[in-house]
């Protein structure tokens, strides 16, 4: 069964109209080329009780996996890394770390995301950078251990 999948882009100008989401998009695209099912897509401005609504809304739609995109920089708007632990039952410190790891390699910049993973529920949640092509290249840095971490937190034992 493919992992059911949320997305939500956390961004104050795409929310509002001001210019078209890409990062959404593109983190659908790589979600589907993994074989994942996205059933949710929401666009929210980088406020933490609009972030936290958007992903307890996708949790109780059944989502298993959720990518957010955005909101996870050093601007003093970002608070996307905030949002989600006060609502996550534990955080994942690994895919954080995997995350900026492999893109230093790329960037020098990436030591400045806050880029993480943490549980909501029995959820996966996985914050992206708001750059499409950083999202999806993160994305591919911790894509492996996502349907093992799902299969944990459904309770699903390994082989069905």
Partial sequence: MPVQTGIITISDR??????????????????????WKVRAESVVPDEKRDIQQAVREQVRCG???ILTTGGTGVALRDATPEAVREIAVRELP???EAMRMESLKIT??????????????????VCLPGKPKGAV????????????????LQEVPAGC
């Fill in 137 to 152: 290249e993160c994305l591919g840095f911790v894509a492996g251990a996502i349907p093992h971490c799902i299969r944990i």
């Fill in 108 to 125: 020098p910049n990436a030591i400045l995301s806050r880029s993480l993973a943490a549980v909501v529920d029995k959820t996966l949640v």
């Fill in 14 to 35: 795409a929310a509002n109209g001001i210019y078209e989401d890409l990062g959404g998009p593109a983190v659908k695209t790589a979600a589907e080329a993994y074989g």
């Fill in 94 to 96: 690994g895919f954080g």
């Fill in 63 to 65: 989502c298993q996996l």
